[in-house]
């Protein structure tokens, strides 16, 4: 993984994870569609800022923590 939107995908599932969450979980606490997602996790679409920071929020991280956490995997 190159850079920052090939990491987010994947820092995005860890977290997901991590809470032992669904995607579905996920999205309805993101305020997201579920195929939304299912495509971010996939790396098939790349969120907006306002996107991503929903995602921060729906999995308890500061965008900044979740954009740092992208930089150091």
């Not at 190159?2 to 032992?20: C, M, T």
Request: charged share 30%; proline share 3%.
């Amino acid at each position: 993984m190159n850079n920052l939107s090939d990491r987010f995908p994947w820092v995005v599932r860890q977290l997901r994870h991590e809470r032992g969450w669904s995607q579905e979980r996920l999205a309805e606490r993101a305020n997201l569609n579920r195929s939304y997602v299912g495509e971010i996790e996939r790396g098939l679409a790349s969120p907006s800022l306002a996107t991503a920071g929903k995602l921060a929020r729906a999995l308890e991280v500061d965008l900044s923590a979740l954009v740092a956490r992208c930089e150091h995997e």
